[in-house]
């Protein structure tokens, strides 16, 4: 028996070495090439794995022409964009492209996911809160109460065949903000895996997603302290899908010492005021952006149940004391 299991040995052996000899020349040369651009209101970073500077920055080129394209179709103040007549329709609906159409959809699936805590139509309420200004001031409750019956994303239809988007009041407007950077993070990765890079990671403010990386390493990532900008509440390590945070310090200001920011709860119209941060692991950036903005509203208690309903999603919520729920999973 020994001389049987002894030339297996040394083929085996002699294979395995063989084996870890290829995949260390079929690593060399890859390197990581990185770039950082402004598009969709946030700093856009993209990092990709490669053997070439030049594909490597092709194929990131053509990731920020899809994020320039996603932003640009999907912003509320641009003039152009189909949200933007929507916001401003003289008629009871608004034709749409089919893309549009589809991100409302299954926006409106999150919604329901949520209760109604992710809700596109909040965005009737968001020029009331003027963040840009020199010395803001938050809305009086008359101003929110004004507008607020017109928050309902029950209100809204969405008529593929005809290609048309409806709601039942005339003064509802939308905002993608809480879907639509998530969705161009995962387009992005879309276009750098058509390129063929060989491992990529694009994130969007928060929004993150990656492909893996073809030399075996994993990508990591630091969640930041929501009250300490230099400080990580954890790394966490991913080889594929997404990691999205939302948190009351990435737009906000002051006033008379209460924090004000753009996370709105669209029952009251009033910033949520149940965490500070919520942070969630999901198979696509989208699904993780419009998870993490509805579960900042509901807070921590249904924020985890919602997350334990969901296959394939894991979260860590920060409370508004600074007290850190998460998932088993996480």
Not at 173 to 198: F, P, W
Not at 272 to 294: F, K, N, W, Y
Request: glycine share 10%; proline share 5%.
């Amino acid at each position: 028996m020994k001389r049987q299991f002894k030339p297996l040995f040394l083929i085996l052996l002699i294979t395995v070495l063989g084996l870890m000899n290829y995949r260390c020349q079929s690593h060399a040369g890859l390197k990581v090439y990185q770039s950082t651009r402004f598009a969709m209101g946030t700093i856009i970073e993209i990092s990709v794995l490669d053997r070439s500077e030049k594909h490597a920055g092709e194929a990131i080129d053509a990731a920020y022409a899809e994020i320039n394209r996603i932003g640009s179709l999907f912003y509320e103040g641009n003039p152009e964009s189909p949200l933007y007549a929507f916001s401003h329709r003289s008629a009871d609906e608004v034709a749409m492209p089919v893309e549009v159409l589809a991100l409302i959809r299954r926006g409106l699936e999150i919604s329901d996911l949520t209760d109604g805590a992710f809700d596109m139509t909040v965005g009737i309420l968001l020029p009331l809160y003027n963040f840009k200004a020199e010395s803001p001031v938050p809305p009086s409750k008359h101003d929110i109460n004004e507008v607020l019956p017109f928050v309902n994303y029950r209100s809204l239809t969405v008529d593929f065949e005809r290609g048309v988007l409806s709601a039942s009041f005339p003064r509802t407007m939308l905002t993608a903000g809480g879907i639509a950077k998530g969705y161009g993070v995962d387009r992005a990765i879309e276009i750098l895996e058509d390129q063929g890079v060989e491992g990529a990671l694009v994130n969007a403010g928060g929004d993150l997603r990656v492909l893996p990386r073809a030399d075996g390493k994993i990508w990591k990532v630091g969640i930041q302290d929501p009250r300490d900008m230099h400080k990580m509440l954890k790394i966490v390590e991913i080889d594929s899908g997404a990691v999205v945070t939302s948190g009351d310090y990435q737009k906000y200001f002051f006033y008379n010492g209460k924090r004000y920011h753009h996370l709105i709860n669209p029952e009251t119209g009033c910033p949520a005021d149940s965490c500070q941060s919520v942070t969630i692991i999901a198979p696509t950036a989208e699904r993780a952006d419009a998870l993490a903005t509805g579960i900042f509203v509901a807070g921590p208690d249904k924020g985890l149940k919602i997350l334990n309903s969901l296959p394939g999603c894991e979260g860590l919520i920060v409370r508004w004391d600074g007290k850190i729920f998460e998932t088993e999973g996480f």
